[in-house]
């Protein structure tokens, strides 16, 4: 696993101080003491106006999930539904394996009905979203958080 820092708020300690300012109406001449009296004072919503934005990759889905099930989030996660998926060799032939399966199930089921619509880019994109389901939640993916 690898974490890079993409962006953070500037000057994290003056946003929350000017935050609490509309709270309390006031103009903070010492952010730091008032920073410290927030959160020893237990008012931490004026935290959440700061913001960390970290690119995580190689990390496994099920860690993704879970980050992906918090709260308070922005979240862009590798898709496993528009792109192909890179997995270790037994699992890579189960997944090509329910890709090809889902294609053909999908063009014959749809591609007459529907030709201009379900295209082969279309019919692939579909079915690489169907296959996506059978692949481990230790499946390496790659997410900004």
């Known amino acids: 696993m690898n974490v890079t820092l993409v962006q953070a708020t500037p000057n994290p300690i003056e946003t929350i101080a000017k935050i609490a300012s509309i709270c309390y109406d006031s103009d903070p001449k010492y952010p730091m003491t ?6 020893k004072g237990g008012h931490h919503s004026v935290f959440e106006h700061f913001y ?19 709260k ?7 898709s496993a539904r528009y792109t192909k998926m890179v997995l270790a060799e037994d699992e890579q032939k189960l997944y090509d394996k329910w890709c090809a399966i889902y294609s053909d199930l999908i063009r014959n089921k749809y591609q007459e009905k529907c030709p201009g ?20 939640v230790f499946t390496p993916t790659s997410m900004a958080y």
């Open 52 to 70: 960390v934005t970290m690119y995580l990759e190689n990390i496994p889905k099920l860690f993704a999930m879970l980050l992906n099930n918090e």
């Open 34 to 39: 008032l920073v410290k009296h927030l959160y």
């Open 117 to 136: 619509f379900f295209t082969e880019g279309k019919i692939k994109k579909l079915a690489q979203e169907n296959a996506r389901y059978l692949i481990s």
């Open 72 to 78: 308070v989030y922005t979240t862009s996660e590798k």
